[in-house]
């Protein structure tokens, strides 16, 4: 037999037969022919969307990696793409976030599995009754909006990472929040407000009289709060408080904690500040790091004395300090006012009546920036009452995860739970993946075999 016939063909492969080349070229020489006639845009869309559902049901853990990873960019993303002019820019928000999202969850439910736990009955019946209330008067787009976060909850539901995995999706976070807060230091100190003003007024976003609204300013403070490329400094702080935790629990470099303390800080976000130094003390003690707490909590203070004449905030610690914020005195009236609302309405209002997308149609109507009063408000005291089991039950199952991913799901959803009491974080969709996956993804790691946290921490 001749050796060289029997040599194997060496050849390397192309990846691609001749019919798909050429089915390849036929897709698009008709689309360059149907773009003559119709926008190129609308050409593309169709291909776009295909390709995207095709890269879902290929990659789906990468795919979610990127979907994670863009989130904090999402809104000014699709904020300059209105501002320049590109068409459809609303329906590419909506397929990028509850779309994909969706069929993310579908997919890594099939492959995954789902066996649900207390949590998931408790915020499933909170949203069956909103959905009951609302079909007696409300609005379909504020349930979706008041409960998106139930999707990010879901996808960690459903998912299964190694610890490797886990090591990668938290330090890609942690310097993502990280350069975000060093990049948004330029609004702060050289740009000002007025690009952002400028933007906010052309797609009519967070402006009050031609101005930013007032979430972007506080009392005694002359400056700007820093969002960077969040929709508002609220968002954004809790975004640095959700970095941080992963940072506690994942990481051991100082520097990108330091960056995003600087964020945090300049957000001006007190709940944020509250959520994160209850989160990372009730870590601290449950990790065994008391001497780290200390160096850290040292090292955080000087940072924080150093910001007080740099950003200028004398005048609003003054103001903190002896009861003269006029936003501290809102926000506790308008807990207070929440429940005797709740009180007052048992079965709820209806988020056709108060909201945020409520008070855009007729600045009249109500919003109550606290969660929990909030949705008594909307959709009555039981709804309430289920989210208030859903945050009590899960907080008691990732107690119990003694993992990495269970302590940082413990840090983010006691820090969490502080945020909902003062603002509504449910609302923000760019935060909710960052907040609410991590949490599912504790709570489906909760029934398998605990992993020493000494092997999922890196070094």
């Known amino acids: ?94 397929f990028d976030k509850e ?21 998931d009955w408790f915020v499933f019946a909170c949203f069956i009754v909103a959905v009951i209330r609302t079909a007696f008067g409300g609005s379909i787009a504020g349930l979706a909006l008041d409960f998106a976060f139930i999707i990010s909850y879901f996808i960690g539901r459903v998912t299964v990472l190694t610890a490797k995995q886990e090591r990668v999706w938290a330090r890609c976070a942690v310097w993502i929040a990280g350069i975000l807060s060093v990049l948004g230091l330029a609004e702060v100190f050289i740009f000002g407000e007025g690009p952002r003003t400028l933007l906010y007024l052309a797609i009519d976003s967070e402006t009050e009289g031609g101005q930013l609204s007032g979430s972007f300013h506080a009392t005694g403070f002359t400056g700007l709060r820093e969002a960077a490329t969040m929709v508002g400094p609220n968002g954004f702080g809790a975004l640095c408080m959700i970095a941080l935790v992963l940072w506690w629990v994942y990481g051991r470099n100082p520097l990108p904690a330091a960056m995003i303390a600087v964020g945090l800080i300049c957000s001006l976000t007190r709940a944020a500040w509250l959520g994160v130094a209850v989160a990372i003390l009730l870590l601290a003690i449950l990790m065994r790091q008391k001497k780290r707490l200390a160096l850290y909590a040292a090292l955080a203070l000087a940072l924080f004395a150093a910001a007080v004449p740099v950003l200028g905030l004398t005048d609003y610690l003054f103001a903190t300090k002896t009861g003269q914020d006029l936003s501290a005195d809102w926000h506790r009236d308008t807990i207070l006012d929440g429940f005797k609302f709740a009180a007052e309405h048992p079965l709820g209002a209806g988020n056709n009546r108060l909201g945020p997308l409520a008070i855009k149609e007729d600045s009249n109507l109500s919003v109550f920036e606290t969660t929990y009063p909030a949705v008594a408000a909307e959709y009555g005291i039981l709804s ?20 990495a991913i269970g302590y940082a799901a413990l840090g983010i959803l006691a820090g969490m739970v502080i945020v909902m009491v003062i603002t509504l974080p449910l609302h923000d ?9 991590p949490i599912g993804l504790a709570l489906r ?3 398998s075999r605990e992993t020493p946290l000494v092997r999922t921490i890196g070094t």
């Open 1 to 94: 037999m001749n050796s060289a016939a029997a040599a194997p063909d060496r050849t390397p492969s192309i990846g691609l037969s001749g019919f798909q080349i050429s089915v390849a070229v036929c897709i698009l020489m008709f689309a360059g022919l149907l773009s003559i006639f119709v926008s190129p845009l609308m050409v593309l869309v169709p291909f776009a969307g295909a390709a995207g559902l095709w890269l879902v049901l290929k990659f789906p853990m990468t795919l979610l990696g990127f979907v994670l990873a863009f989130m904090p960019f999402e809104f000014m993303a699709i904020a300059l793409g209105k501002l320049f002019g590109l068409p459809h820019m609303t329906l590419v928000s909506a």
């Open 99 to 119: 779309v994909m999202l969706m069929v993310l969850a579908f997919l890594l439910w099939r492959r995954n599995g789902f066996k649900p736990t207390a949590p």
């Open 384 to 403: 309430a009452l289920c989210l208030f089991g859903f945050s009590v039950s899960a907080l008691y199952l990732v107690w119990r995860n003694h993992s």
């Open 429 to 437: 969709r760019r935060l909710a993946p960052w907040a609410w996956f």
């Open 445 to 447: 790691s909760s029934g």
